[in-house]
């Protein structure tokens, strides 16, 4: 123990142990007020003590299956040994990490490393986290082009901060942040509709999610190639935002790489590279768009970002891509999103409530609609007219209650399920997911019991709120 470590009197553990039954009344205190009431209302408010790979276990060591990731991540699933490894390694080295005025090995190793799946980009700038990805893409876009207005589609999702916030396609989370960034919406899969915007001649960039995290839907087979030409023809920039579909999740290292010939000249990626411990984002590019950037020397601190690149990030993302190749993670997302998704799938015609299957690799929605038995037909009613999106909020909690599984909506006011589990998932997870939906199903079709009672509840709290 060293001489600080002595005269502090700080120990974590013994401040968990103290207060750690605290948590939901500290935040509800001194956090979002909203998130423990929301928890405390659908049944979520758990206490999990420990978490490893893709379990997490209460303090009656029973485990829950994770198949939400941390919203995609926890792609390596919690507490990976080697990202472990790396974190201890670095912090021990005591690196002269952040001084500004120095060029440290790691940034450049991991910038080498994530090229590498992606060579037709030449550079890398590293960040803190997702939106931070995509507002690097927003501003270089602009100013490499000198154009003011980027597309991006409907529903979209791209992060809460200004500018990503003026890409983001739900007007729920827009409302009340006005005035934004002069931006324009267009369907997902409207060429016509990219076409006519690009004819206008203002537009920098058009910022797309390969598939779309609000309730996974997947641009049409051709689209992206198509869109990549018209943006060329009228020196408009491709900008990929993979910070939920990148490293692996789709079953390919990008989404985008699903598509023959599609290169971006942005790439936004984040989340899983962080092994689930330090946050980092990062926007990989072409050359001639940094250098217009970064013009002069004058102008080398023109875009940057105070813990952007710290040792501990690139440690963690240097050893999240070791994982991934020595693991073959990415075919195992495949393998087993493939599995996954068919056995689910299957299920489309036993159950009138459930309308579709759909995602690739692990990134799967499972689609709720209107059934056509009159019994079920007006319990369905009884919810959409009290909150669309109730129904699948009533498939979650009896996942969780009652299998001890973890998932959740894909957006507000949707009746979709998204799967993003970490990307090591077997068949013995597989097996219990579709085992414990299956259960959820019976019992949905079955017209009675604790679920429509919990429906019920809902439907109260919906309408309290208007």
Known sequence: MTA?????GF?????????????????????NHQLPRMLHTIGFDKVYERAEGAYFWDAEDQDYLDMLAGFGVMGLGRHHPVVRRALH????????????????????????KLLGHAPHLDRVFFGNSGTEAVETALKFARYATGRPRVLYCEHAFHGLTTGSLSVNGEDSFRKGFAPLLPDTPIPLGDLAALERELRRGDVAGFVVEPIQGKGVHET????????????RRHKALLIADEVQTGLGRTGDFFAYQHEAGVEPDLVCVAKALSGGYVPVGAMLGKDWIFKRVYSSMDRVLVHSASFGANAQAMAAGLAVLAVMEDEKVVENARIAGDLLRTRLAALVDRYELLHEVRGRGLMIGI????????????????????RKGLFAQMVVVPLLQRHRILTQVSGDHLEVIKLIPPLIIGEREVDRFVDAFTAVM???HGGGGLMWDFGRTLVKQAMAQR
Do not use: I, N
Request: glycine fraction near 8%.
């Open 89 to 112: 390694d670095v912090l021990d080295a005591q690196l002269a990490d952040l001084t500004r005025f120095d060029c440290q090995p790691l940034p450049g190793l991991l910038a080498e």
């Open 4 to 8: 600080a470590e002595q005269r502090s």
């Open 220 to 231: 049409p087979p051709g689209y992206l190639p198509a869109a990549q030409e018209l943006l």
């Open 367 to 386: 689609e709720f609609g209107r059934p056509t038995s009159l019994g079920l037909r007006s319990r369905w009613a009884m919810l959409q007219a009290a």
């Open 442 to 444: 019976d019992d949905a």
């Open 11 to 31: 120990d974590l553990g013994k401040l968990l142990a103290e207060r750690g039954s605290e948590r939901y009344d500290l935040h509800a205190r001194h956090l």
